[in-house]
């Protein structure tokens, strides 16, 4: 089975910008969860998505949203970007809510 | 709520010397218990999980209710232990399934 795949890899976007970040599960996996990186804040929880639904939702403002399609691959919005939401994010997918996940690479986003 | 702590950031050890790595849940009901792992470079994977009873790379982690810990523990450390470590507890929340992440503790083996 492929893996979690995340586009870009890479992006590098100016303070004020919006980005949009990408992420195809596993085959057969419902749900999707996102994730912040930063050295100093560890990995932080940013929502959840099953079946195209919102089912948990971390503490980030409204800023950072997201999506999920009907073939379960989703996408994360960051509107008004600012210098301090430069991060590795993460996407993980599992087949249920709640249940092992598995990781893609991470976007590494670099705001200037 | 749910809850996972880990109370240390770093964990500094010697190549040989046992490893612990603490992780403490809140939870009300019957937790299933976690912990990852994140090799530099490389992406963030399961390492084992409790109900599965197993050793990973020498690892083990026993849930002790009780106590409402699953610490991780190795009797020797290794240089590629070295990692980012993350304990999570995953359990009925809202009508749904959730799993939440400790803040994750950096291991550190040296020669």
């Known amino acids: 089975k492929a893996g979690v795949t995340q586009t870009p890899r890479y992006l590098i976007k100016t303070r004020g910008q919006q980005v949009t970040l990408s992420c195809s599960p596993i085959?057969?996996?419902?749900?999707v969860s996102w994730y912040q990186q930063t050295p100093g804040q560890g990995l932080q929880f940013l929502f959840e998505?099953?079946?195209?639904?919102?089912?948990n939702k971390g503490n980030f403002p409204g800023r950072f949203s997201g999506r999920q399609f009907s073939n379960s691959r989703s996408e994360m919005n960051v509107s008004t970007l600012e210098l301090g939401d430069s991060a590795l994010y993460l996407c993980a997918s599992s087949p249920v809510t709640g249940d092992e996940q598995y990781f893609g690479p991470g976007t590494r986003l670099t705001v200037t | 709520a749910q809850r996972v702590t880990q109370p240390e950031k770093l964990l500094s050890v010697f190549k040989g010397a046992p490893v612990e790595l603490k992780c403490n849940y809140s939870?009300?009901?019957?937790?299933?218990l976690f912990w990852y792992v994140q090799y530099s470079r490389q992406r963030l994977q399961l390492l084992l999980r409790?109900?599965s009873r197993e050793s990973i790379k020498g690892f083990t982690a026993d849930l002790n209710k009780g106590e409402t810990s699953f610490h991780l523990k190795k009797p020797f450390a290794q240089e590629e232990d070295s990692a980012m470590y993350y304990c999570a507890l995953s359990g009925w929340s809202g009508g749904y399934n959730k799993l939440i992440f400790g803040a994750g503790t950096r291991l550190a083996v040296h020669p």
């Open positions: 939870y009300s009901g019957s937790p299933e």
């Open positions: 998505y099953f079946s195209e639904t919102q089912r």
């Open positions: 085959s057969g996996h419902r749900s």
């Open positions: 409790h109900i």
